[in-house]
């Protein structure tokens, strides 16, 4: 897989942000966090997952979903192919 950052790394915390509109994130976690996705419209969850210290995921998302994180990670908005 190769991975292509749409824009500049962005630290991630409790203030909810759309990632630059993105539909793919990269997050790196130096710490275990708890990721939470959420819609604003009705500000409800979406969903949430942990990452452990140390872990990367990539989220897939809507472009207006939000990402939270109960401490801070980095993110960044990436596309990628196989």
């Known amino acids: 897989m190769i ?3 749409l824009g500049e790394e962005i630290t991630l915390s409790s ?3 759309t990632v630059s509109d993105s539909m793919l994130v ?3 976690a130096a710490n275990s966090s708890v990721i939470t996705i959420k819609n604003p419209s009705d500000n409800t ?3 949430s997952f942990t990452i452990p210290s140390g ?3 990539y989220i897939e998302k809507s ?3 939000t990402l939270e994180a109960s401490v801070d990670v980095q993110c960044v908005p990436v596309s990628y192919k196989s």
């Open 15 to 17: 203030t909810p942000t």
């Open 63 to 65: 472009r207006s979903h």
């Open 3 to 5: 991975v292509k950052p």
């Open 45 to 47: 969850n979406v969903g």
């Open 55 to 57: 872990g990367v995921e």
């Open 26 to 28: 990269r997050v790196y």
